[in-house]
């Protein structure tokens, strides 16, 4: 599903904004994508369900949508709790051939979309400078050499302000715990 993201996004975008041309072609699209996703995971009657129920939890979640995140792993999101819902109504346990064992720890893209997300509020809290030094240097992998050539900063001054941006935001995170403690 991965190589339509960017028209499922497309459609989803101009869906939210009035257009039901563009909110009919994307259910069309997602439904042949769920009947697949279903159809390796459950018989035939109950992933036609799981699709028709996936499809209406995509319509009644729509405005939760986040533009900023990927489409395919929020709808894959919605897939997959559809998925244990099922699995829980009719007690089934998951069973997946040996040689298939290896996407069971394949790559979420969810939550790696969602930790970014975080990431990001996190390191909206510095200010420029430390922020950039600190996506540079400990995201991107920038060394400290080219940090602080870009910056006009000694590597020392450079390593110093991005000790100091991590250790503010720890200190604020602990004190953000401990009052999401005392509520």
């Known amino acids: 599903m991965i190589a ?3 028209q499922y996004r497309d459609w989803m975008l101009a869906a939210l904004m009035g257009d039901a041309g563009a909110y009919r072609k994307l259910l069309e699209g997602l439904t042949r994508h769920l009947r697949s996703y279903y159809a390796r995971r459950l018989d035939t009657a109950a992933a036609e369900d799981a699709v028709q129920e996936t499809l209406i ?3 009644t979640r729509r405005a939760s ?3 900023a995140l990927p489409f395919t792993a929020w709808v894959y999101g919605i897939a997959r709790y559809k998925l244990i819902d099922e699995y829980r109504r009719h007690k089934r346990r998951a069973t997946v051939p040996l040689d298939e064992a290896g996407d069971l720890f394949g790559h979420d893209e969810a939550e790696e979309a969602i930790a970014r997300r975080d990431v990001a509020k996190l390191l909206d809290r510095l200010p420029a400078a430390k922020r950039r030094l600190v996506k540079d240097i400990k995201l991107d992998g920038v060394s400290v050499a080219e940090a602080a050539k870009r910056t006009g900063m000694s590597e020392s ?3 110093v ?3 100091r941006a991590l250790k503010s935001l720890g200190e604020e995170l602990r004190d953000q715990e401990g009052r999401d403690a005392d509520r």
């Open 65 to 67: 949508y986040d533009p």
């Open 157 to 159: 001054a450079v390593k």
């Open 161 to 163: 302000t991005v000790h």
């Open 4 to 6: 339509q993201e960017a």
């Open 57 to 59: 939890a995509i319509h």
